[in-house]
């Protein structure tokens, strides 16, 4: 095992591919099935670190991590949790851009499976379709529940509207803190990392700056 490698990789937070690594066995197992793997290797792991798992407060631990991480921190891995994205008829003829800011962003990073928290801010102009607001949302949980690379995460939520809404004219912008980087490492808590991935009209830098504005001064804090 290369720890120098590995350390260096953590460190970087690059991804490899735009695709999340998934095996192509890794819907073999049924989400019960994985529980009770991942409740056994977390036991191991809690007994190593030296707990006692006959103290009531801990001995339920090792389940309720299982099931957190299969069906809540990463059930974005399952291609049959994809949210559906109806989509209309654009009757209206809406041209112009159209935003939803301030999506959560509650994911994890996969170099050390830690939280990634901020927010997303998607902006599109319709051409034939357009999409529920609320779908926009769902498809940014979909993808942030499994463990991120925030380069990524841009990317794939950028790549799915443009399919589902049959135009390249879409901007994703994310925003957020890695507690990676806030709670071990350099330890700096203040810190944001700022992503963005775009095609179509906003190439333009006109269409970004608009885009851009109507941003302006509407970040939270976290």
Do not use: W
């Not at 103290?55 to 399952?78: C, H, I, W």
């Not at 959560?104 to 529920?132: M, R, W």
């Amino acid at each position: 095992m290369d720890i120098e490698r590995i350390e260096t990789l953590g460190n970087e937070h690059f991804a490899t591919s735009l695709e999340t690594p998934i095996r192509e066995d890794a819907f073999l197992l049924s989400d019960k099935e994985k529980i009770e793997r991942i409740q056994h290797h977390f036991q191991k792991i809690m007994e190593t670190l030296g707990m006692d798992l006959t103290d009531d407060s801990l001995s339920g631990t090792p389940y309720r991590f299982a099931k957190m991480y299969v069906q809540e921190l990463f059930y974005g891995l399952n291609p049959d949790n994809l949210p559906q994205l109806s989509t209309f008829e654009n009757t209206y003829g809406y041209q112009k851009m159209l935003v939803e800011q301030d999506i959560t962003i509650d994911s994890s990073c996969e170099h050390h499976f830690l939280p990634i928290i901020g927010h997303a801010h998607i902006g599109y102009i319709p051409k034939n379709k357009v999409v529920g607001l609320s779908k926009i949302n769902r498809l940014v949980d979909y993808y942030a529940h499994r463990p991120q690379v925030q380069e990524r995460l841009c990317l794939q939520i950028l790549n799915d509207l443009q399919e589902t809404l049959e135009t390249d004219d879409v901007i994703v912008m994310v925003h957020a803190k890695h507690l990676c980087v806030s709670s071990r490492g350099i330890k700096d808590k203040d810190s944001f990392t700022t992503t963005v991935e775009y095609g179509g009209k906003f190439t333009n830098e006109n269409s970004r700056n608009e885009f851009y504005g109507l941003l302006k001064n509407n970040f939270k804090n976290l």
